[in-house]
């Protein structure tokens, strides 16, 4: 699982770089997105399902970079998982 700290959203969407997006989708890993304290997966199967694109510019030489979208869904730690009290955790 490929894990990419995030320091803003906008609105209730948090936006990650192409290249993340494309290496995890490569490689079939889901991505952890970080933002302060909480964290939310996004499935690998989810990842070319954005809820928006956008082609933004780099400021450092010009090329264009593809933004993904996805709504901001953090983990509830208040919820257990699954698998947490059984012989069959990884």
């Known amino acids: 699982m490929l894990s990419k700290r995030i320091k803003s959203l906008y609105g209730n969407l948090i936006a990650v770089q192409g290249r993340y997006v494309d290496l995890c989708i490569k490689l079939k890993e889901d991505l ?40 901001w869904k953090p983990v509830d730690k208040n919820q257990s998982s699954l698998w947490e009290n059984t012989d069959l955790k990884k």
């Open 32 to 71: 952890k997105l970080e933002y302060k304290k909480d964290y939310m997966i996004v499935a690998h199967t989810q990842l070319d399902k954005p809820i928006r694109t956008i082609n933004i510019p780099d400021k450092f030489n010009g090329k264009l970079n593809v933004l993904y979208y996805y709504y």
